[in-house]
């Protein structure tokens, strides 16, 4: 089970859209339509951002979507705001009952 | 409001066992409609999914860890547990219980965090 592969960084201007991609295998994100994204700002808990691939929860700005496409998922953030500016972790499920998380990757608002 | 709270000491020496708490309040440990997670975070790294918990005390565990971890639950004080054993410097981390809705994958309410150093 290894972590699913997300840039190290992206950044963008605000008003701009950005999208983080995270990569699997065919034994987690190319099977699973379970894909979730969290935000995580400077010493605090992850916040759920996505799940199930492009659910938002409620509370959660329309600015934020999801996607796949294969074994990759995508977080795309529209209309980027400074208060985006966080790490953010893709999440999946990876068969037998296991789950595994992406490397992350810091966005940057610009 | 559904809120959890991580419990334990912030400092193990190398070989001995972490053991951390997390109480939740706001709601029930018992419902069937969630199970129950750690995950930790070591200084400056990424996420790591530790194990789960279903409130009858079926358990799930990250391959990697599965020999040296161990998660319970006490619905009597409406708390779950974890305790990693044989620690070494590499176990030092933030870690967070959280809360996983029933029939799926993700984790929609999160504790705070709490930091365990492994040093002696």
């Known amino acids: 089970q290894s972590a699913l592969t997300q840039p190290a960084s992206v950044s963008g201007s605000p008003g701009q859209s950005i999208t983080i991609s995270c990569t699997g295998t065919s034994s987690d994100v190319g099977t699973y339509n379970l894909v979730s994204w969290y935000q995580q700002h400077p010493g605090k808990a992850p916040k759920l951002m996505v799940y199930?691939?492009?659910k938002r929860p409620s509370g959660v700005s329309n600015r934020f979507s999801g996607s796949k496409s294969g074994s990759t998922a995508s977080l795309t953030i529209s209309g980027l705001q400074a208060e985006d500016e966080a790490d953010y972790y893709c999440?999946?499920?990876?068969?037998?009952?296991?789950?595994?998380f992406g490397g992350g990757t810091k966005l940057a608002v610009l | 409001q559904l809120q959890l709270q991580e419990s334990g000491p912030g400092l193990v020496k190398p070989s001995e066992t972490l053991s951390l708490t997390c109480t939740v309040s706001?709601?029930?440990?018992?419902?069937?409609?969630?199970?129950w997670g750690w995950i930790r975070q070591p200084p400056g790294t990424g996420l790591e999914w530790i194990g789960n918990?279903?409130?009858?005390?079926?358990?799930y565990y990250n391959p990697s860890l599965k020999s040296r971890v161990t998660i319970s639950v006490d619905t009597s004080k409406n708390q779950f547990s974890l305790k990693l054993s044989s620690v070494t410097a590499a176990d030092t981390a933030v870690y967070y219980c959280?809360?996983?809705?029933?029939?799926?994958?993700?984790?929609?309410?999160w504790g705070q965090g709490t930091l365990v150093t492994v040093s002696s």
């Open positions: 918990i279903y409130f009858s005390g079926s358990t």
């Open positions: 706001g709601g029930s440990i018992s419902s069937s409609t969630y199970y």
């Open positions: 199930e691939v492009s």
């Open positions: 959280a809360r996983r809705p029933g029939g799926s994958h993700h984790f929609d309410y």
């Open positions: 999440y999946s499920y990876a068969g037998s009952s296991t789950w595994v």
